[in-house]
């Protein structure tokens, strides 16, 4: 069993910044893809970036969100830019067996999730 946990959430003006990390317990951290997802109030839960050797991200998030991964240290990390309103919701952080489809929330295992609120 893997334990994910997220950290980093908060709430902060439009046009701000926020880091989110994510720590992902067990030995095999550098062979699972990593991704961040998201969910507003009402919404079905949406796929915002991921991280194997290379790098996925959603179209409303590109140019503003940076993933990155520390293998030594279990850790995936979101950088979030430039954010918007409508970035508002509970982010997700999600470690999955395979490299196949990062896109589909089917993750083997997820963090509690924390929220991000970016007031206009």
């Known amino acids: 069993q893997v334990q994910v946990v997220e950290s980093g959430g908060g709430a902060v003006q439009a046009g701000g910044s926020l880091s989110l990390s994510c720590v992902a317990s067990?030995?095999?951290?550098?062979?699972?893809?990593m991704g961040w997802f998201r969910q507003a109030p009402g919404k079905e839960r949406e796929f915002v970036a991921a991280?194997?050797?290379?790098?996925y991200y959603a179209a409303s998030v590109k140019g503003r969100f940076t993933i990155s991964r520390d293998n030594a240290k279990n850790t995936v990390y979101l950088q979030m830019n430039s954010l918007k309103p409508e970035d508002t919701a509970v982010y997700y952080c999600?470690?999955?067996?395979?490299?196949?489809?990062?896109?589909?929330?089917?993750?083997?295992?997820w963090g509690q999730g924390t929220q991000v609120t970016v007031s206009s």
């Open positions: 999600g470690a999955k067996g395979s490299w196949y489809d990062l896109t589909s929330p089917e993750y083997d295992f």
């Open positions: 067990g030995r095999a951290f550098s062979t699972y893809g």
């Open positions: 991280i194997t050797r290379s790098t």
